[in-house]
């Protein structure tokens, strides 16, 4: 089956700690994002990935970074420079990005708690 | 820059009653617009989505929405709701020649027995 998985399901931090999310999609798509979402607050765009070994900030990239090495691969590191990274982050994909016609497609999110 | 309002976080109704979600969009010449669907602990799945042509677009799980250009409004609509259509709903815009979707604030359907 087709999809994006995302790893781990929860993760903690420490303070002080630099912490990886895990973001694959095996869609084939060239497109990938990192999402932020908080209570009320709806999805806040962290990184933009358009092509292999090319990204963009988003409206919240401080303390955030990404790497895209692979197609099928996008994943977010949370640095400690982050000083409020509790929140449930989400990373999508669409086929090629730009336009503006293209539908997302969804991780099942990880969940990051602060010890 | 282009925006998303979703007046309403949380709406309750009754199991086989009508509901409607509002959105309303900050105008621009041209738009798209989706709605996406998030079950508890789950990423976002879409349910419909107006690129262009006719103002009226249907989606799954019996869901339609409405483009209203003169009122920049995209409201979701269902006839009868069921339990499991409880979760949150998400309205989303971006642009033409855009990467960047915005996204709603989401509004919390809470589907009563």
């Known amino acids: 089956d087709g999809g994006i998985t995302q790893s781990p399901k929860y993760l903690f931090r420490k303070e002080g700690q630099n912490v990886t999310l895990s973001c694959e999609q095996n869609?084939?798509?060239?497109?990938m994002y990192w999402y932020r979402q908080d209570p009320g607050q709806g999805l806040r765009l962290i990184y933009y990935?358009?092509?292999?070994?090319?990204?963009q900030k988003g409206d919240i990239a401080e303390g955030y970074s990404v790497s895209r090495e692979k197609k099928e691969s996008f994943p977010l590191t949370v640095t400690s420079a982050q000083k409020n990274p509790t929140a449930f982050y989400l990373c999508?994909?669409?086929?090629?990005?730009?336009?503006?016609?293209?539908?997302?497609?969804f991780g099942p999110g990880t969940r990051l708690l602060v010890l | 820059a282009q925006s998303v309002t979703q007046l309403d976080s949380q709406v309750p109704v009754f199991e086989e009653a009508p509901v409607e979600l509002r959105c309303n969009y900050s105008?621009?010449?041209?738009?798209?617009l989706f709605w996406y669907v998030q079950y508890p602990n789950q990423g976002l799945q879409l349910l419909l989505k107006?690129?262009?042509?006719?103002?009226l677009v249907k989606g799954i799980n019996g869901f339609e929405a409405e483009f209203n250009k003169s009122q920049t409004s995209f409201h979701l609509r269902k006839p009868s709701v069921h339990i499991s259509d409880t979760a949150e709903y998400f309205c989303?815009?971006?642009?033409?020649?855009?990467?960047?979707?915005?996204f709603g604030t989401g509004t919390r359907l809470k589907v009563l027995a």
């Open positions: 989303a815009v971006s642009d033409s020649g855009t990467y960047k979707y915005i």
């Open positions: 869609l084939n798509h060239d497109a």
């Open positions: 999508a994909s669409s086929l090629q990005g730009g336009g503006g016609t293209e539908t997302q497609y």
């Open positions: 990935s358009q092509i292999v070994n090319d990204f």
């Open positions: 107006y690129l262009s042509g006719s103002t």
């Open positions: 105008s621009s010449v041209s738009v798209y």
